[in-house]
Every structure is written in structure tokens, then in C-alpha cells.
């Protein structure tokens, strides 16, 4: 299949409260899995499609991720850190970094993968021209989903509930079709402005792999080293 290029946006400013002691230090993205800080299965797993640009929105002690620029020189990538200096929220980091913005876009969670077929995803929304594609799983604690917005139907249930999985696929255009006011997340100005982007929604069959609790990490690290990351 096609690999299509394409950049990234990463926050990566996450304190990880949950997690106790072990994030006093360093961000949560940056904790040990398996021996290896866990950002690093993450971008990995993005390398399955063409990255042009990764740009990390850095914050809480931003200059611990600066290694990760010598761990990828030699990728066909430039990997870049843009701090939250004024400590305005994710989205007003990519808000200001809006002038980067050349090409169409993901916007993924540092602390979680997702087991999906990248290139398909980016496929689909690309040939559908679509301005944002969520990607959502099944769970008992999510929302109802309009069902107009969801590509995949066949994995649709009005009788189910759904959560938003940490990647989404954006539009260069973006911000030049959108109304702009102050927010905290990027999940907050999608919800504001859903009647003027193309908005659509697709449903993966797995929950994300996470390293938000410790249960979760117990998880992941099975799925790790089932799929050899």
C-alpha cells in the first residue's frame, strides 16, 4: 500500500499524576517500557507512513526531550521541539505554530498506540477530502456518535457508547476554514467549530494502548512484546 507523507503534531507536555512518584522527574511520555522510553514505540509506530516533519509541543521540563533529535538524525524526518513557554494549553501551541503547517497532518497522543492500518486511514482521508478524521473505540463510558459522521458503519451501534482514541488526521487548511477562540485543548475547538470543517468519524476495533495507569502499562507492555516494538 501507497505511503503517504505527511507531518505530525505530538504533545508531549503530560505530568502523569496518576502514575505517582515515577513522573515527579521526567514527563510521562518519557517513562521506561521494556527498557526504552515509551514515545519512542510511539513515533515508531508512526513510521509506518512517510513523516516529513515531527514536531513535539513540549512543556513540563521540555528539555528532556531534546535526545530524541540525536535518536533520529539519520531518519527522513526533521524532528523539531516548540515549547509552551506562555503555558496556554496544547492547542494554543499549535495554534502559534500555525505557520509550520505546510502539509495535512496528525495529530497523535504521546502516551498511547493504536493498532490500526495507518496508511489506510490516511488514504481514506485523503481521497475523501476530509478537513479532521477522530478515530473512536467502543467503551462503556464514551458517547453516542452521530451516525451521518461515521465512515466504517458495519462497527457502529447506536446502543453502544464511544471514546476518542489519541490520533487524529487534520487538514493543512485547517485554521483558514474554522473561527478561532481561546481554548485549552484541540478537542475543545473541534467541538466549536464541527459545523464548518468535514468532520468524520471512524471506528477501530481495539481500545489504545496507554501507559495512563499502571494497569494499562500491564497492558501495553504485553502488546510490545507480542508485536515486537
Do not use: C
Not at 509506518?48 to 514536531?55: A, F, R, V
Not at 521541539?81 to 497522543?109: A, E, M, P, Q, V
Not at 477530502?129 to 477522530?134: G, S, T
Request: proline share 2%; hydrophobic share 35%; charged share 35%.
Amino acid at each position: 500500500m501507497k505511503k503517504y507523507k505527511i507531518d505530525v503534531f505530538m504533545p508531549v507536555g503530560g505530568i502523569g499524576k496518576r502514575l505517582g512518584g515515577i513522573t515527579n522527574n521526567i514527563p510521562k511520555p518519557l517513562i521506561k517500557i521494556n527498557n526504552n522510553s515509551f514515545i519512542r514505540y510511539v513515533i515508531n509506530d508512526l513510521l509506518k507512513t512517510k513523516i516529513n516533519n515531527l514536531y513535539l509541543l513540549t512543556f513540563f521540563k521540555s528539555e528532556k526531550f531534546s535526545f530524541l533529535k540525536k535518536a533520529y538524525k539519520n531518519e527522513k524526518f526533521e524532528l523539531k521541539l516548540i515549547n509552551d513557554d506562555k503555558r496556554k494549553g496544547t492547542f494554543n501551541s499549535l495554534y502559534r505554530s500555525r505557520h509550520k503547517i505546510k502539509n495535512d497532518f496528525i495529530y497523535s497522543n504521546a502516551d498511547e498506540i493504536l493498532d490500526i492500518n495507518l496508511n489506510k486511514l490516511i488514504k481514506i482521508f485523503k481521497t475523501k477530502k476530509i478537513d479532521i478524521l477522530q478515530l473512536y473505540f467502543k467503551d462503556k463510558n464514551g458517547v453516542r456518535l452521530e451516525n451521518e459522521k461515521i465512515l466504517n458503519k458495519k462497527l457502529h451501534s447506536k446502543k453502544n457508547k464511544y471514546t476518542e482514541g489519541g490520533l487524529k488526521l487534520i487538514s493543512k487548511k485547517i485554521f483558514k476554514k474554522s473561527k478561532i477562540k481561546k481554548f485549552q485543548k484541540i478537542e475543545e475547538f473541534i467541538s466549536y467549530n464541527k459545523n464548518n470543517l468535514k468532520l468524520h468519524y471512524f471506528i477501530i476495533k481495539e481500545k489504545p494502548y496507554s501507559i495512563d495507569t499502571w494497569k494499562r502499562i500491564v497492558r501495553t507492555k504485553k502488546y510490545l512484546i507480542k508485536f515486537k516494538y
